[in-house]
């Protein structure tokens, strides 16, 4: 629910306090648990919950109380089954209020790298602590960094040490597409392993398709889940899997085998 949730005007109308902090309270069933996010909806975009955030977190939940069924599977249980288990560094894109990382810290058990623009991680890094003691309790940590999309200097910060990128509703502002498909292949072109991106997109726009058509000239894209469409809405939240293409692996392989 949401903490103060409503107040009233000078004719005795109900307003919803937009100018107020805002505390949503999710219930993770699989850990029986909750995750306390503070939202600031007057600062901008970045300091809201949307849509795809909560898909991801249902399916992460999802995933831990039953994995056999979970659409996350073909990603997650490849890394779980992975020799000299350790857990998962999992860095987020474009965390917003980090609800997706720290679910995922919960959940998975798993070392969560939120990220965002600088303006935003102060509110990133109070709902990391907020959630610091559930955290512990599941063998999750979250930390927060910047992390300006396009930018080789914040990637080479945050590093590339990742198991798993993973990223909610950051497809909006066309002026961003390219900066965003430049630190995916960053991170997923530019390291030693063979890391994923899993996205949860709601579209909006018809501008969209421009991204997925240049991301498909990168990497192989592939849908793991469809969300019903909402009452009122046309399209439900998609859930996509970025990884490297056939190709490049082969590629990485024979430059190895050439160097040796």
Known sequence: MLLPDHQSDNNGNSTFM?????????????????VAIRQLPSHGLSFQIWPAATTLVTLLDQHRRQPSNSPLSPTLSALSDAPNRRPLNILELGSGTGLVGIVAALTLG??????????????????????????????????????????????????????????????????????????????ILGGEGNVEFVMAHLRRWKRESAFFKKAKKVFRVDVLHVDRPCEGSRVGVIVYRFARKQIQKLKKVSGLANGA
């Not at 600088?118 to 999750?140: C, E, M, R």
């Not at 979250?142 to 080789?152: D, K, Q, T, Y």
């Open 18 to 34: 937009q100018h107020q902090p805002q505390l949503q309270h999710h219930y993770i069933p699989s850990s029986d648990s909750t």
């Open 110 to 187: 798993a070392k969560v790298t939120v990220t965002d623009l600088p303006h935003v991680i102060p509110n990133l890094q109070f709902n990391a602590d907020a959630n610091a003691s559930v955290l512990t309790t599941n063998g999750g940590v979250v930390h927060a960094s910047p992390l300006r999309w396009g930018e080789a200097d914040d990637v080479e910060l945050v590093g590339r040490e990742f198991d798993l990128i993973i990223a909610s509703d950051v497809v909006y502002h066309d002026h961003l597409y390219v900066p965003l498909l430049q630190t995916l292949q960053d991170l």
